[in-house]
């Protein structure tokens, strides 16, 4: 079966510090990868999606950067925090080439002080 | 461009009552589908729907797809405690296959 893992499950970073964020999925193959963001109170902000190794979408600009250096491995990083990047961010999966279901990580808690 | 707008934001019920919660689009749907996120969680995938004038049921929730396929709804029968959360319709976000478009949802509470 497939599984997907987020870490951590919370953090606590100071303004102006680095930030990396990492989803990795087991049980399949070329999966659509996407990073999303919930601001407290909020609905879901699809930051990034991949359909395959290096290949990387912004839906919207910001000091966030996003890779799939292997075929099940996504990474969310920045070089410096805002306190706007405070949220829940959320790591899914898809089976490429379909519309059906996104599966979700178990998020990352993200407070910028 | 597309425009999705899901209502009302907010509902709270007394257990036993019913509960819906609407998702109107401005053009027509391909598909929708439905998630829930319970209270400190993530997303799970509910139902999808294909076809004009659509309904499908799991236990106490019907969800309908508009025959114009613009709109789409999710009713809850006599809600219980275990159904609070929030209720997100999810239509296809532009062209690229596998991308969504989420609101803010419907937050659901239930009063004991």
């Known amino acids: 079966s497939q599984t997907i893992h987020q870490w951590p499950a919370t953090l606590v970073q100071p303004v102006g510090s680095p930030l990396s964020l990492e989803c990795t999925v087991e049980?399949?193959?070329?999966?659509?990868l996407y990073w999303y963001r919930q601001a407290a109170g909020r609905g879901l902000q699809l930051l990034f999606y991949s359909v395959g190794i290096g290949q990387i979408s912004s839906e919207v600009p910001q000091n966030l950067s996003a890779s799939r250096p292997q075929d099940r491995q996504f990474i969310l990083s920045s070089k410096k925090l805002l306190l706007s990047d405070s949220g829940f961010y959320l790591c899914?999966?898809?089976?490429?080439?379909?519309?059906?279901?996104?599966?979700f990580g178990p998020g990352t808690r993200l407070t910028v002080l | 461009g597309q425009q999705v707008m899901q209502i009302p934001q907010y509902q709270h019920v007394q257990e036993g009552e019913d509960f819906t919660t609407y998702c109107n689009s401005s053009t027509t749907l391909s598909n929708i589908q439905w998630y829930k996120q319970r209270p400190g969680g993530h997303p799970v995938f509910l139902i999808q729907?294909?076809?004009?004038?659509e309904v499908k049921k799991q236990k106490r929730l019907t969800f309908q797809f508009g025959e114009a396929k613009k709109n789409s709804s999710l009713h809850i029968t006599a809600t219980q405690t275990t159904d609070v959360g929030t209720y997100f319709c999810a239509p296809p976000r532009g062209s690229t296959l596998g991308r969504l478009y989420f609101g803010r949802g419907t937050q659901l509470t239930v009063w004991p």
């Open positions: 899914a999966w898809s089976v490429s080439g379909g519309a059906i279901e996104q599966f």
């Open positions: 049980g399949t193959s070329n999966p659509n």
């Open positions: 729907l294909v076809k004009s004038g």
